[in-house]
Structures are given as structure tokens and as C-alpha cells.
């Protein structure tokens, strides 16, 4: 049977497992993560202690991408010692009851962790479209006269990630925007200029990565769906529209409150 899987955030309880009996040790966590991570990508490792009525002991919370490699590693861990001198409890996490909402997108740093491990380091490529340093969105600040908004640099980015080997291609489109204060300290300027653009591209790079699907076979193999559930404005539009961006009038800054989440990694702008 086929798993599919998202860029986002893992959720549901199928995903997350729960390590009980865990000793006190330095670099816990970093040992928790080469005992798992055989099994598949993770996306987040955690130790914590337990709590006070348990005793002394920590325990951890392993959330892998898939929850099928999360099964593999439960049975084959449940009662191992593993990297310590007792056995471990290994559980999947219990059902969590309640709204069911849709998870948050993965920040860039992320959608490339995951994209590299099931497609390869030469499986997908991104570039950049334009870069554009915007001084407000369609209607912003008409009312007060101002051409930009003070205090702040934005840039928009549109981005292209292409998966040659599935003939897929996924654009992303987004604003980023930092504080720059008054303006009048150019390193500054020159400081906030880098962070917006960082910002604009990696949410670029996270949004063109939403419309992609994984369907990860029983045999290993991997194949691609495109999934423009939500298509956007800017997907019909050709690159040379695509960078006159800025006097696009639908656009509104509601389209690009993306979290900043990790987004500010190491990402080049020259990665292409």
C-alpha cells in the first residue's frame, strides 16, 4: 500500500513515538536521533524528564514523516536496549481527541530536508524567477500618501522548483519583510535587505513545495503528484509577467502571513 506524503508538518498520532525509560546521559537527544533515524527521515527529536510522580528518567518524543517507517521503528526498538543498559518502552503516540486542522506548511530548510531523502541531492532543483524589492502591496498606505511603509523593507519572490526525473514543475510566490528602523544606519539596511530576502525566498521555496505530493511505494520507490489544491493568481502567469509581480492588483498581503519558522537558514540566494 502507498503512503503519500505532504509537505508539512506531520500530524496525527500515527507519526509521533513515545520512548519510555530513558537513562540521564549527555547528548540524549543526538542519541535518540542515531537510533531512529535508520528507519527514515525525522522531523524533530525530543527529550524531556519525566515528570515528578514517574521518578527520575527522561523520555523521548521521536515524530518521524512517515508514518509507516514510525511502525518499523516501534516494533523493531519496543524492549531494546539500543544505545543503554536497560530495555526501552517504545509506543506509538495515543490517539489525540478534537478539531482536526490542517497542518502548517514545513519552513524551507525542512521541504528540502525531506526532498532530498526521497528524491535524491540531484532529484529536484529550485530558481529563482525574480527578487523585487517592493514598496507595499496594491492599496497599501494610499491612504496616508506614503509610497513605502517606513520602519520595514520587503521583497517578493516568485521561485520554481523543478523534479526533472517526474516532469514536474511547482512555482511559489511570497513576501518577506523585515524592521529596519529609521533607515539612517546603512549596515542596518544592509542587515534587514538580507533578512527580507531570505524570508521572501524560503517562503517561496516552502509554498512551491505544497503542491507537490509523495507517494512512497511498498518497495521504496518514490513517485511525484502535482496537487495545486489552492491554485494562486500568479500559477498562469508567464515569467516575464511574473516579474512585473508588484503591479499585480489581486495580490494582497494576506496571501504571503506565512510563518517564519526556520525559514532563515542556511539558504543562498545564488542556489538555483
Known amino acids: 500500500m502507498a503512503e503519500v506524503l505532504e509537505f508539512r508538518v506531520p500530524a496525527g498520532s500515527a ?11 549527555a547528548g540524549l537527544e543526538h542519541s ?3 537510533a531512529f533515524s535508520r528507519f527514515g527521515p525525522l522531523y524533530s527529536v525530543r527529550a524531556r524528564g519525566n515528570a515528578a510522580v514517574a521518578g527520575p528518567g527522561y523520555y523521548g518524543v521521536i515524530k518521524f514523516y512517515s508514518a509507516r517507517d514510525a511502525s518499523r521503528a516501534q516494533r523493531a ?23 482536526q486542522h490542517q497542518a502548517p506548511a514545513l519552513s524551507s530548510n525542512k521541504c528540502q530536508e525531506l526532498a532530498n531523502h526521497y528524491l535524491g541531492f540531484n532529484g529536484w532543483s529550485s530558481r529563482i524567477i525574480t527578487l523585487q524589492k517592493v514598496c507595499g502591496l496594491a492599496g497599501e498606505n494610499e491612504e496616508q500618501g506614503q509610497s513605502c511603509q517606513q520602519g520595514w523593507v520587503k521583497f517578493l519572490c516568485a521561485l520554481e522548483v523543478t ?11 511570497a513576501l518577506g519583510q523585515a524592521a529596519v528602523g529609521d533607515g539612517q ?4 539596511l544592509i542587515t534587514a535587505t538580507r533578512r527580507a530576502q531570505k524570508l521572501a525566498v524560503g517562503k517561496a521555496l516552502s509554498g512551491a513545495f505544497q503542491k507537490i505530493l509523495l507517494v512512497v511505494l511498498e518497495n521504496g520507490k518514490v ?12 500559477d498562469p502567469l508567464t515569467e516575464e509577467e511574473l516579474k512585473g509581480l508588484v503591479q499585480v492588483s489581486e495580490l494582497s ?5 506565512l510563518e517564519e519558522e526556520e525559514v532563515l537558514s542556511d539558504l543562498s540566494l545564488d542556489d538555483e
Not at 509521533?16 to 546521559?25: A, D, H, I, S, Y
Not at 536496549?81 to 530495555?87: D, G, I, M, S
Not at 544606519?185 to 542596518?188: G, I, M, N, S, T
Open 32 to 34: 535518540l536521533f542515531s
Open 15 to 25: 507519526h509521533t513515538l513515545l520512548v519510555w525509560g530513558l537513562e540521564p546521559q
Open 185 to 188: 544606519d546603512p549596515l542596518e
Open 253 to 257: 498581503s494576506e496571501q504571503f502571513e
Open 77 to 99: 526498538c519496543n524492549g531494546q536496549r539500543l544505545f543503554q543498559k536497560r530495555p526501552l518502552k517504545v509506543c506509538v503516540c495515543p490517539k489525540q481527541k478534537g478539531v
Open 163 to 173: 523534479l526533472p526525473q517526474h516532469g514536474v514543475r511547482s512555482r511559489g510566490v
Open 223 to 234: 513517485a511525484v503528484e502535482y496537487n495545486p489544491c489552492q491554485e494562486e493568481p500568479t
